[in-house]
């Protein structure tokens, strides 16, 4: 379990260094996800199933993860409040850009069968 999560972890930070090295505007943990997702692909195999275990436990508990998250919302509640319209626009917004994205995108992949 410890090698699999120190994998991650060097996952993370590589995709870290990558994001802060090469100023990229995607965050470094998704491109460590996209580096980890690679060498998996590279591997040709089946993941680890210490990796697997691990992240099964991880994803287990990925709830307690959003706490902090919710706690910055109560923090910020006024500020929420004060700009609730351009807020709400822009969640309307993005749901409906990724709702067609995701359609044009499933269209295109379907038409190919």
């Given at each position: 379990?410890?090698?699999?999560?120190?994998?991650?972890?060097?996952?993370?930070?590589?995709?870290?260094?990558?994001?802060?090295?090469?100023?990229?505007?995607?965050?470094?943990?998704?491109?460590?996800?996209?580096?980890?997702?690679?060498?998996?692909?590279?591997?040709?195999?089946?993941?680890?199933?210490?990796?697997?275990?691990t992240s099964d436990a991880l994803l287990?508990?990925?709830?307690?993860?959003?706490?902090?998250?919710?706690?910055?919302?109560?923090?910020?509640?006024?500020?929420?409040?004060?700009?609730?319209?351009?807020?709400?626009?822009?969640?309307?917004?993005?749901?409906?850009?990724?709702?067609?994205?995701?359609?044009?995108?499933?269209?295109?992949?379907?038409?190919?069968?």
């Amino acid at each position: 379990m410890i090698g699999a999560l120190a994998t991650l972890l060097a996952c993370q930070l590589a995709g870290e260094v990558l994001a802060r090295a090469l100023h990229l505007p995607v965050p470094g943990p998704v491109i460590g996800m996209a580096l980890l997702f690679a060498g998996l692909l590279l591997r040709g195999r089946e993941a680890p199933p210490a990796l697997e275990a691990t992240s099964d436990a991880l994803l287990g508990n990925l709830g307690l993860l959003f706490v902090p998250a919710g706690v910055g919302v109560m923090l910020y509640l006024p500020l929420l409040a004060r700009d609730w319209a351009p807020l709400s626009l822009g969640v309307v917004a993005g749901t409906l850009a990724a709702i067609a994205a995701t359609g044009r995108l499933a269209q295109w992949l379907l038409r190919g069968r």
